[in-house]
């Protein structure tokens, strides 16, 4: 992959831009990349197409390019233009303006879609001041938090352009934060988070100051709003992923910091008990991937061994009753301070609830009583004890004590 010429870009913007020694980007060419057109939405092409019809410069941005490039499935296409929100707005008669401090807009579709598009962002120092600040594609690309994460698509020519480095890594499988690890940390130290998520989803290696700095500043995680570390930690817990994720936030500390209740049970835990709980972990992440669980299943999994590790719930019930407030008290100890949507937090809740009941005549019974099939939860139930009475024997070794007949009164 060359670095082309100036002259030799296509493009009317592309040498404006691109004329400053040190902002000139590494230009992939479209016959040495994998992205195609095919591979993305019509709404999506609409949206560039548009753009780029009436003079603005129309990139795909983020992790959509990174997926793509990773022969991945895109969740999100997000656009970076040179177009402010006014004139992005007067394009797409079906559009609205969203955002306080960094204006941007979401373009909709039939069906409830929408495309993000965002104007390029000026310096992050720029906007200390609270002041929104709209910049060019090379500030944009260092404003962003991983070097996979700041490569663009340009719909002009569908080359690939790099300002970061980013190719390189993501040929070398390595998650490298942009700029000065300790000052970009501290200034979000989300980014964290999202480091550790991406070396979790895709199998890549975190460079060395990277990992560094994510270690030495794990506590700062406590200054971020609860609502972005929740926002954050649930794309991994329901992602697919869970089992790595983990396993880096524990070596990191960023797990005792995110789930202080948690990790102190996890600390003090024996080896099997350990292997017990990944080994939940990757059930989930493969039922996910298959499509074959919900939100509250995956949440419902990843909880379990707490519940039943620090003795407060029984692992083998010795009645059919449903403990519903030791479980929210328990749910409460490790989402504390963390507000969820009722809806998710019931399901969740009710789901554990539902597997003692489900666990006991799976255990002890011939058949499930009708009662307990006709429930909302029992199927969603009764995959998850099967899940964790398997790896209960396995791992832990269970045995289900055999139950003495009641005797008949004559």
Same mark, same amino acid.
């Given at each position: 992959m060359l670095l082309q010429k100036e002259k030799d870009l296509p493009g009317w913007k592309q040498g404006e831009l691109f004329g400053a020694e040190e902002t000139r980007p590494l230009i992939i060419p479209r016959s040495e990349h994998p992205i195609s057109r095919r591979n993305i939405p019509p709404e999506v092409l609409k949206v560039l197409y548009r753009l780029k019809?009436? $003079?603005?410069? !129309?990139?795909?941005?983020?992790? &959509?390019?990174? *997926?793509m490039l990773l022969g991945l499935t895109p969740k999100d296409f997000d656009i970076g233009t040179d177009a402010r929100p006014e004139e992005i707005r007067s394009l797409f008669r079906w559009s609205r303006i969203i955002g306080k401090r960094f204006r941007l807009v979401h373009v909709y579709f039939r069906g409830g879609k929408f495309v993000e598009v965002v104007t390029f962002r000026g310096p992050e120092i720029a906007e200390e001041d609270g002041m929104e600040v709209f910049g060019t594609p090379a500030e944009d690309a260092f404003r962003r938090d991983l070097t996979i994460n700041a490569l663009f698509y340009n719909i002009a020519d569908f080359s690939v352009i790099d300002y970061v480095g980013g190719m390189k890594d993501l040929q070398e499988g390595i998650i490298r934060v942009i700029g000065p690890p300790d000052l970009r940390f501290i200034r979000d130290p989300v980014r964290m988070m999202r480091a550790i998520r991406h070396a979790a989803r895709i199998g890549f290696e975190i460079e060395g100051n990277t990992w560094?700095? @994510?270690?030495? +500043?794990?506590?700062? @995680?406590?200054?971020?709003?609860?609502?972005? @570390?929740? *926002?954050?930690?649930?794309? *991994?817990? =329901?992602? $697919?992923? &869970?089992?790595?994720?983990?396993?880096?936030? =524990?070596?990191?500390?960023?797990? +005792?910091?995110?789930?202080?209740?948690?990790?102190?049970? =996890?600390? $003090? @835990?024996?080896?099997?008990?350990?292997?017990?709980?990944? !080994?939940?972990?990757?059930? &989930?992440? &493969?039922?996910i991937r298959r499509g074959r669980f919900s939100q509250a299943q995956a949440l419902a999994l990843f909880l379990y061994p707490f519940l039943v590790g620090r003795g407060k719930l029984p692992r083998l019930p010795e009645r059919a009753g449903r403990p519903y407030q030791q479980i929210r008290q328990e749910m409460e100890k490790v989402f504390f301070p963390y507000d969820f949507k009722k809806e998710l937090f019931e399901n969740t809740l009710q789901l554990l609830v539902g597997l003692w009941p489900v666990k006991y005549h799976l255990l002890y019974s011939q058949r499930m009583p009708r009662r307990l099939t006709r429930k909302s939860y029992f199927e969603e139930a009764l995959a998850l004890c099967k899940i964790i009475l398997r790896l209960e024997r396995e791992i832990l070794g269970l045995e289900v004590p055999k139950r003495k007949k009641a005797r008949r009164r004559i």
């Open positions: 019809k009436a $003079g603005y410069l !129309a990139y795909l941005v983020g992790g &959509s390019v990174r *997926d560094e700095a @994510i270690c030495r +500043h794990r506590e700062k @995680i406590a200054l971020c709003s609860p609502m972005r @570390i929740r *926002d954050e930690w649930l794309k *991994d817990v =329901l992602g $697919g992923w &869970s089992a790595p994720w983990v396993r880096l936030m =524990l070596k990191s500390g960023l797990f +005792h910091e995110v789930f202080p209740a948690y990790g102190r049970f =996890l600390q $003090g @835990i024996s080896p099997e008990e350990k292997r017990f709980y990944f !080994a939940l972990l990757e059930a &989930s992440d &493969s039922q």
